[in-house]
């Protein structure tokens, strides 16, 4: 056995057990970095590291850093090094500094978890402004359509941004988020927003504390092609949007599923409304495609990324990682050390998968990250779905496989703070099979369309418990396939002193729950349920439903994208896909949806529904035939002009007489005195390939606060 795969053998070890703790001893020996301190601002730099364990190991690492005049932020968290002769090498940590300059403090600690002995060395490293005197520079990043672009130094206390436009001055003139200026360090910026292989103008506006804007000096940048080799997305336009739209950019997360027996993988981009790409993102293999779960605040995105972390054979979504517009890694956590944290908190379901090979009634544990995170809560806080397996006897949920038990598939929230380290988490099976705090949603409510997961298959996490022989069925239920979370800040009656908790979408349930989160001292019961009445089959939701316009199936079914709109105060936006809705022969609807047997009632709907936690009523405002049905994924949101925008992502079409995929950006008029019910009349859509997400915005740099 190499030391490689030993080093692998002993983690396996690790992770099928927790170990006791033993004296040990991790020395780190060497901290090595590819260039030598001081480097100027985009300058990429990778840190080599390297330790020894009198313990068995393994060894894993961990990266912080800390700013000028600033605090410690966790960048890489602990992945496993390997083990060659007795020392353990850590994966490589690459560092692009895109901030201010000054001296870093880079921070690795290294600690052997059998053990719980750990050892940190900190090393100090000076980043030179790329500006010299006067004048900014604009420089190019590694993504072609993203420049880098360094400000002198401005007066405390007042504020910085760029303004840029094509050097024609056709174009619009775009501006980045504001910052606060430093009179003591340069201001950096990623500029992107722009076409291919063409010249912009740049410049910064220095607003001052009375408001007062100054321009300074103009440089020139010009942008690279698309890139070769990556697949380049096409856009059509059925329907032109007005050319004073206010929200001029789309933001494309593209995840194809197999048609006709290929598949090809698109980059994610960003468009203008006519589908011409002024940004694009894959990450470092091609081959896969990666989740963009919401863009952040002043520029970059939350993913959910294919990689290998803690176990060998997975990579599939181990990684939730936030990036900056030029693609770099600002910060990342992988699912091992989620695990670690959340067996230090004595969680009884969010162990490792890795190693457990004879799994027998209530074994259970978490494999991937899965559909969404946010960062929209107080304090920087995130929150993130991962997917848990447990067994349960044979015939739960009335399974019919066989004598063996069962794997049943539920969620786990987690709540990361601001360095990105678990502190409160919620269990769909704690308690398991409904008992306190959890009444609305026992393991006996079994999926209405009963999907399964099988290993390998599209649309389901990686899957470890099922089809272990002589240990459990093939298949696993997938029971609520969670797709969507929401932080509610107000969520009695907005009572802006209450306490925020968390809203989240089960797609296979078709509901929408809320869990007591009260900004982290919550206890996890279910408050509420919203959905479909009762069908002899599942209970309703605890909400009843204001169907005033007679509509034939007027609760959403399998919906995405479920967020609540103005901080919380106005309506409940969601994506309808309908597939219960379209399945469901014995109230009429079968195959055409509706008994009249109109095709067009089958498709997919864009929602928007009132809310009234007092009365426990729910009003639609807009439920919208988006002209084509999507059996998954999707998005809505309310935009800044009170129009709406939907993302019908999978729609089957005839192209030149072969069926493909296509998914459509819509947006749709304000809402009228009355609530719009079935109309299909977008005021913009632009269709491309079939999507997860999509976002209309302003720009790059102000996307959806939900």
């Given at each position: 056995?190499?030391?490689?795969k030993?080093g692998?053998?002993?983690?396996?070890g690790?992770?099928?057990?927790l170990?006791?703790?033993a004296?040990?001893?991790?020395t780190i020996?060497?901290?090595k970095e590819?260039?030598k301190?001081?480097?100027?601002i985009g300058?990429?730099i990778?840190?080599?590291?390297?330790?020894?364990?009198t313990?068995?190991?393994p060894?894993?690492?961990q990266?912080?850093?800390t700013?000028?005049r600033?605090?410690?932020?966790?960048?890489?968290?602990?992945?496993p090094g390997?083990?060659?002769?007795?020392?353990?090498?850590?994966?490589s940590?690459?560092w692009?500094?895109?901030?201010?300059?000054?001296?870093y403090e880079?921070e690795?600690?290294?600690?052997?978890f059998t053990s719980a002995?750990?050892?940190?060395?900190?090393i100090?490293?000076?980043?030179k402004?790329?500006?010299t005197?006067s004048t900014?520079?604009?420089?190019?990043?590694?993504n072609?359509?993203?420049?880098?672009?360094?400000?002198?130094?401005?007066?405390?206390?007042?504020?910085?941004?760029v303004?840029?436009q094509e050097?024609?001055g056709?174009?619009?003139?775009?501006t980045?988020?504001?910052v606060k200026?430093?009179s003591?360090s340069?201001?950096?910026f990623?500029?992107?927003g722009?076409?291919a292989?063409?010249?912009y103008?740049?410049?910064?506006e220095?607003q001052?504390s009375?408001?007062?804007i100054?321009?300074?000096?103009?440089?020139?940048f010009?942008?690279?092609?698309?890139p070769?080799?990556?697949?380049?997305p096409?856009?059509?336009?059925?329907?032109?949007?007005?050319?004073?739209?206010p929200?001029?950019v789309?933001?494309?997360?593209f995840?194809?599923?197999?048609?006709?027996?290929?598949t090809?993988?698109?980059?994610?981009?960003a468009?203008d409304?006519?589908?011409?790409?002024i940004w694009?993102y894959?990450?470092s293999?091609?081959?896969?495609?990666?989740?963009?779960?919401?863009?952040?605040?002043?520029?970059?995105?939350?993913?959910l990324?294919?990689?290998?972390?803690w176990d060998?054979n997975v990579?599939?979504e181990q990684y939730?990682?936030q990036?900056?517009?030029?693609?770099?890694?600002v910060?990342?956590t992988?699912m091992?050390?989620?695990?670690q944290?959340?067996?230090?908190?004595?969680s009884v379901d969010?162990?490792?998968?890795?190693?457990?090979?004879?799994?027998t009634?209530g074994?259970?544990?978490?494999?991937?990250f899965?559909?969404?995170?946010?960062q929209?809560l107080?304090n920087?806080y995130?929150a993130?779905?991962?997917?848990?397996?447990k067994?349960?006897p044979?015939?739960?949920?009335?399974?019919?496989?066989?004598s063996?038990?069962v794997?049943?598939?539920?969620d786990?929230?987690?709540v990361l703070?601001?360095?990105?380290?678990v502190?409160w988490?919620?269990d769909?099976?704690?308690?398991?099979?409904?008992?306190?705090?959890?009444?609305?949603l026992?393991v006996?409510?079994?999926?209405?369309?009963?999907e399964?997961c099988?290993?390998g298959q599209?649309?389901?996490?990686p899957m470890f418990?099922?089809?272990?022989?002589?240990?459990?069925?093939?298949l696993?239920h997938d029971?609520?396939?969670?797709?969507t979370?929401?932080?509610?800040?107000?969520p009695?009656?907005?009572?802006?002193?209450s306490?925020?908790?968390i809203?989240?979408s089960?797609?296979?349930?078709d509901l929408?729950?809320e869990?007591n989160?009260e900004?982290g001292s919550?206890?996890?019961d279910i408050?509420?349920?919203?959905?479909?009445?009762d069908?002899?089959l599942?209970?309703?939701?605890d909400f009843?439903?204001n169907?005033q316009?007679?509509d034939?199936?007027?609760?959403?079914s399998h919906?995405?994208c479920?967020?609540?709109q103005n901080?919380?105060?106005?309506?409940?936006?969601l994506?309808?896909?309908?597939?219960?809705?379209k399945a469901?022969?014995p109230?009429g609807?079968?195959?055409?949806c509706?008994?009249?047997?109109?095709?067009e009632d089958?498709?997919?709907?864009?929602?928007?529904?009132?809310?009234?936690?007092?009365?426990m009523t729910?009003?639609?405002?807009?439920?919208?035939?988006l002209?084509?049905y999507?059996t998954?994924m999707?998005?809505?949101?309310?935009?800044?002009?009170?129009?709406y925008f939907?993302?019908?992502?999978i729609?089957f079409?005839e192209v030149?007489?072969k069926?493909t995929t296509l998914?459509?950006?819509?947006?749709y008029?304000?809402?009228?005195?009355a609530?719009?019910?079935?109309?299909?009349?977008?005021v913009?859509?632009?269709?491309?390939?079939?999507h997860?997400?999509?976002?209309?915005m302003?720009?790059?740099y102000?996307?959806p606060?939900?």
């Open positions: 056995m190499n030391t490689q030993k692998w053998a002993i983690l396996i690790l992770l099928t057990v170990a006791a703790p004296f040990a001893t991790v020996t060497s901290m590819s260039q301190s001081p480097e100027p300058k990429t990778t840190f080599t590291v390297a330790a020894t364990d313990g068995s190991g060894v894993a690492f990266f912080n850093i700013p000028p600033g605090k410690s932020v966790m960048v890489k968290d602990f992945l390997t083990n060659s002769s007795g020392t353990w090498t850590a994966p940590f690459t692009v500094p895109t901030g201010n300059d000054g001296t880079i690795v600690v290294a600690k052997d002995e750990s050892t940190s060395k900190t100090k490293y000076v980043i402004a790329a500006a005197g900014p520079v604009a420089e190019k990043t590694a072609s359509l993203v420049a880098i672009f360094n400000n002198p130094a401005c007066a405390t206390g007042s504020n910085v941004r303004a840029y050097s024609s056709t174009g619009p003139l775009w980045t988020n504001w200026c430093n003591s340069s201001s950096t990623e500029v992107t722009m076409y292989s063409t010249k103008t740049m410049y910064a220095v001052n009375e408001g007062a100054t321009n300074g000096p103009t440089v020139t010009t942008t690279g092609a698309w070769s080799g990556v697949n380049e096409v856009f059509t336009v059925p329907v032109s949007a007005a050319a004073d739209d929200n001029p789309l933001l494309h997360n995840i194809t599923f197999a048609t006709g027996g290929t090809t993988i698109y980059p994610d981009v468009t409304l006519n589908g011409n790409i694009y894959y990450s293999d091609t081959t896969h495609s990666d989740v963009l779960t919401r863009p952040v605040q002043g520029g970059g995105t939350l993913t990324q294919d990689d290998l972390a060998p990579t599939q939730l990682r990036i900056d517009w030029a693609g770099n890694v910060r990342e992988n091992g050390a989620i695990q944290e959340l067996l230090a908190m004595g969010g162990g490792p998968c890795t190693g457990i090979t004879k799994p009634v074994t259970a544990c978490i494999g991937a899965h559909h969404d995170a946010i929209t107080p920087g995130l993130a779905l991962i997917d848990i397996e067994i349960f044979a015939g739960t949920q009335d399974d019919t496989q066989g063996l038990p794997d049943i598939v539920g786990m929230i987690v703070n601001s360095n990105w380290q502190v988490y919620w769909a099976f704690d308690p398991a099979g409904g008992g306190q705090g959890y009444p609305q026992p006996t409510r079994t999926a209405p369309l009963a399964t099988g290993a599209s649309g389901c996490p418990l099922a089809d272990i022989p002589g240990y459990t069925e093939p696993a029971w609520l396939h969670a797709n979370l929401y932080y509610w800040p107000s009695e009656d907005n009572d802006p002193k306490k925020g908790n809203v989240w089960s797609r296979h349930q929408v729950l869990v989160y900004d919550g206890n996890g408050i509420w349920t919203m959905g479909p009445p069908d002899g599942q209970p309703a939701g009843s439903f169907n316009y007679n034939a199936w007027p609760w959403f919906q995405h479920v967020g609540i901080g919380g105060s106005g309506p409940m936006t994506f309808d896909n309908g597939d219960t809705r469901n022969a109230l609807l079968g195959e055409d509706d008994p009249a047997g109109s095709p089958c498709d997919s709907r864009g929602m928007a529904l009132t809310v009234d936690v007092s009365t729910v009003t639609p405002v807009v439920s919208l035939d002209g084509g999507s998954a999707g998005s809505a949101d309310l935009l800044s002009n009170g129009n939907f993302e019908n992502p729609v079409v030149q007489h069926s998914g459509y950006s819509q947006e008029g304000p809402t009228p005195a609530p719009q019910m079935g109309v299909n009349n977008p913009m859509e632009v269709a491309g390939p079939q997860y997400r999509g976002w209309q302003p720009s790059l102000e996307p606060l939900i």
